[in-house]
T-cell receptor, first 112, second 116 residues
Framework: NAGVTQTPKFQVLKTGQSMTLQCAQD?????MSWYRQDPGMGLRLIHY???????DQGEVPNGYNVSRSTTEDFPLRLLSAAPSQTSVYFC???????????FGQGTRLTVV | AQSVTQLGSHVSVSEGALVLLRCNYS??????LFWYVQYPNQGLQLLLK??????LVKGINGFEAEFKKSETSFHLTKPSAHMSDAAEYFC??????????????FGQGTRLTINP
């Protein structure tokens, strides 16, 4: 049982480059979310999805796009990377609201 | 809106001593509260959760937390610390439920260090 899988684990980007962070879950969870983790700030919600074809913005959505074409996958796109997007990104999934969220191992992104 | 405050960004205890990590929340609706643990270079793992049943919640690895509505607190405790408990701990509360989405609001995190 793989759970939530994120790729890549590490990435260095130059300012202005674009990239997609991948997230896949094999638990048939309806809910998926992207968070970023910064020192002293905990985790902050970027975007979330309640099912295929449905996404919405979280607390810090600027500079990020998402889509949910299947139940399993929820990619996060950085259209034009900025140094302020240097962070550790976590994808999470769960069956329903207020139940346990399962987290991926994270992607450490550095933008230079 | 919901918010979480964790008191103390770094807590250090001796092996065998009591662990107490503090969490206070603010919520305009009955809250669902969680404690997650993050070991170095890993994702977050659920320790325990409060979902309006018993106010004393037992979790994995000997941790427990007590929901106190009057104090808006959900402190995490463990009677006897073990070296393997060294990690970062996050308290979280559900955000506003819109379209049934799960939107966790996290505290800043508390790094727990265990001294031999």
């Amino acid at each position: 049982n793989a759970g939530v899988t994120q790729t890549p684990k590490f990435q260095v980007l130059k300012t202005g480059q674009s990239m997609t962070l991948q997230c896949a879950q094999d638990m048939n969870h309806e809910y998926m979310s992207w968070y970023r983790q910064d020192p002293g700030m905990g985790l902050r919600l970027i975007h979330y999805s309640v099912g295929a074809g449905i996404t919405d913005q979280g607390e810090v959505p600027n500079g990020y796009n998402v889509s949910r074409s299947t139940t399993e996958d929820f990619p996060l796109r950085l259209l034009s990377a900025a140094p302020s997007q240097t962070s550790v990104y976590f994808c999470a999934s769960s069956y329903l609201q207020n139940t346990e969220a399962f987290f991926g191992q994270g992607t450490r992104l550095t933008v230079v | 809106a919901q918010s979480v405050t964790q008191l103390g960004s770094h807590v250090s205890v001796s092996e065998g001593a009591l662990v107490l990590l503090r969490c206070n929340y603010s919520s305009s609706v009955p809250p669902y509260l969680f404690w997650y643990v993050q070991y170095p270079n890993q994702g977050l793992q659920l320790l325990l959760k409060y979902t309006s049943a018993a106010t004393l919640v037992k979790g994995i690895n000997g941790f427990e937390a007590e929901f106190k509505k009057s104090e808006t607190s959900f402190h995490l405790t463990k009677p006897s610390a073990h070296m393997s408990d060294a990690a970062e701990y996050f308290c979280a509360v559900t955000g506003s439920i819109i379209q049934g989405a799960q939107k966790l609001v996290f505290g800043q995190g508390t790094r727990l260090t265990i001294n031999p």
